[in-house]
């Protein structure tokens, strides 16, 4: 019986850590593309028709969090006729950790691609500590 109550305070314990949001309508999903240097993690998020200015980057805790909006306006003068790119929200969300430098994170947007520089942290490095001799 002593079990069956530990195990029911550890679970009383546990922390929240995400908040679910709800949205009407759809939200799609952003292709990625990770690349990783020695010295930077570059993201490369594929969201045309988004506007700079409606897209949003949040940094929370460890969550990196992409969302915005994907709009489309008709050329003058013409109607579609077949359309596979759908507009609507957008979000992507990504765990970052003690290995990027936070204060030093940089968002450009150019030709319907948000490209995320992440800087790695410089590693610390051992260093010798010298004794005073009195």
Known sequence: MAEIKKE???????????VERTRS????VPAVDIIDSENELVL????PGSKENSIDITLENN????????SWNDP???????IEYEVGD??????VDETIDRDKIKAK????????TLPKTEPIKPRKISVDVE
Do not use: C, H, M, W
């Open 63 to 70: 969550l990196l969090t992409i969302q915005g909006n994907v």
């Open 109 to 116: 947007y150019k030709n319907g691609v948000l490209r995320l």
């Open 90 to 95: 957008f979000q992507r969300s990504f765990t």
């Open 25 to 28: 309508g759809k939200v799609f």
């Open 44 to 47: 490369l998020a594929d969201i």
């Open 8 to 18: 029911i305070q550890k679970k009383d314990g546990r922390k929240i850590e995400t």
């Open 76 to 82: 003058e003068g013409y109607e579609p006729s077949y």
